[in-house]
């Protein structure tokens, strides 16, 4: 059988025209050409600058293909930002203006990058809709970006458009306040409000040592204080995947609060300067800007601990004065007495995050081993690297000895640290996740019992803390209790609500509808995880299995060509032997629809 030319899949859309251009030639011919040549150059750097790709400038008319509609839309009004910025000292009978479609769906692309399909011909019917100078988006798009750039969506409904039998709902997008059309947070609406207890969201530290290699010391600061807050019942904690998107941006404090829920920001620096560090901190009430607190703490590396602690304390105070000295001693947990594990440590975090790369995790690895070399009985490490070998199984590369790994960093970690409700969960999630089911169907691994044990223990210690939930909501998923799995994502998506690697929570919900016959949502979580990361193994294979329990198997057989694309020594038995589901007949029928999708045996 001979690879079919053809590949569908699922893409962002932009059609773009100049409005009036004939009349614009009649009037003077050089001057438009000159100025559509100009206009080319700016979508050109533009497409790109959001990772597109142009896929034909013919005349005056452009097309581009994205892989996320939040790059589409970004680049739409980046575009239209810039062209209105140049023609403004124009006079505006000659302005060049360009009417601009975005949409979502699937498309059909050949070898040589062209793209066709109805996905195509709705984006050129958007364009047509737009107003000159504007962008109009379908409802695909809109709900993909809505809450995720700085912008307001104007309902233009549904629309009947040519060549298209079903009715198309149209947005109108309109740049938000100030105009900045690129990624950013913008308030939802309504916006969430703040849950009855304490609520805080610390947002990522500037770098004040002159050196951008240090900004991991920084990072790593900021997420060791949001941890020692969440350990504490008192307090609700933002998770550091949302409160990070603010990174590097000028914020508004009150807009902070209202689109994450909080009552109090925490906003600070930190300069590294050889073995000295300082860091400065003031915590500022969301709703009306006051300034709660502020203070400086001067220290060397080997008293970084005792900064931290220093930092809470003084956060604790300053919110709740008659919080119980209990509750902060338990918050001061030392990870290690080694400084340089501590670093290496620190340095391995960006490579476990959703969406790292097959090299970023194997760098996280090393910088992990190093860690251990200095520190052997570093438990926050051990945790982590038996995470790392639980995401080389799922991403279908590790093999018997990330199993055997795995389990013994997990066994090693909670033997020593039992209270660390960091350890716990991930050990947790270890146990009940990595395993392997060898011939004979003798399995070394997958102790769900365990694993629910250290679950349940991590969540009556500190139920905000927001790898307690995502790793509890794994965990219930894993061993069938799918209701409650749902209620963790749902838990952990709240406490994270802009975090950039919602794709994983997303899937995993998924896994959990699949669990539940509710096999349309469990496509739909699919479609949203693989639009927001396309490249995420878990979304693909759910989509592949949801289509299959569908019974829509060519559309599975397609799905099944990008998964391998993506991991080409992906085959059923690999998945029989390491799938962590507890359910015997669930793991049968999940291989029976890999398997009537093509993946090989």
Known sequence: MTDSPFRQRLAAIL????????????????????????????????????????????????????DTAIGAVSAALAVQGELAAAASAQPEETRMRFRIGVHLGDVIEKGDGTVYGDGVNIAARLQGLAE????????????????????????????????????????????????????????PAPALAPPTMLSIAVLP?????????????????????????????????????????????????????????????????????????????????????????????????EDVFDLQDRITDSIVSAVQPNLLRAEIARARVKPTANLQAYDLLLRAMPGLLPGSTRAEQDEAASFLRQALEKDPRYTTAKAMSAFACLRRLGDGYGGAEDVKEGLRHADEALAEARDDPTVLSYAGLTLASIGYRALGFRVLGFRYDEALRAIE?????????????????????????AEASLLHFERAVRMSP?????????ALSGGAHLMLGRYEEALASAERAIHDSPEFVLGHRLKVTALGHLGRIDESRLAAQRLLELTPQFTVSQYRSVSPFKDAGLRARICDAFLAAGVPK
Request: with cysteine; proline share 3%; glycine share 10%.
């Open 15 to 66: 059609a773009a025209d100049a409005a009036g251009y004939s009349r614009l030639m009649a009037v003077d011919e050089a001057a438009t050409v000159a100025a559509l040549d100009a206009a080319r150059a700016v979508f050109r750097a533009q497409i790109e600058a959001h990772r597109g790709r142009v896929i034909d400038m013919a005349g005056d008319s452009v097309l581009a293909v994205f």
């Open 132 to 187: 000159a100078g504007g962008v109009t988006v379908s409802a695909a798009v809109q709900g993909a970006v809505r809450g995720k750039l700085a912008a307001s969506f104007a309902d233009q409904g549904e629309q009947a458009v040519k060549n298209i039998p079903h009715p198309v709902r149209a947005f109108a997008v309109h740049p938000g306040e100030g105009g900045d059309a690129g990624p950013a947070p913008a308030t």
């Open 205 to 301: 530290f500037d770098n004040m040592s002159g050196d951008p290699e240090q900004d991991y010391f920084a990072d790593g600061m900021v997420e060791d204080i949001i941890t020692a807050l969440a350990r504490m019942r008192t307090f609700f904690v933002i998770a550091r995947n949302s409160s990070f998107v603010y990174k590097g941006r000028a914020v508004d404090i009150k807009q902070v609060g209202r689109e994450l829920g909080v009552r109090y920001v925490l906003e600070g620096s930190v300069r590294r300067s050889g073995n000295r560090v300082r860091i400065t901190g003031q915590l500022i009430e969301a709703e009306n800007g006051h300034h709660v607190w502020a203070d400086r703490f001067d220290g060397t590396l």
């Open 457 to 481: 223990r991590a969540l009556s210690l500190s139920p905000n803390l927001l790898s307690v939930q995502f790793c509890a909501g794994f965990v219930k998923c894993v061993v069938g209790d």
């Open 498 to 506: 802009l975090d950039p690697g919602m794709s994983a929570y997303v």
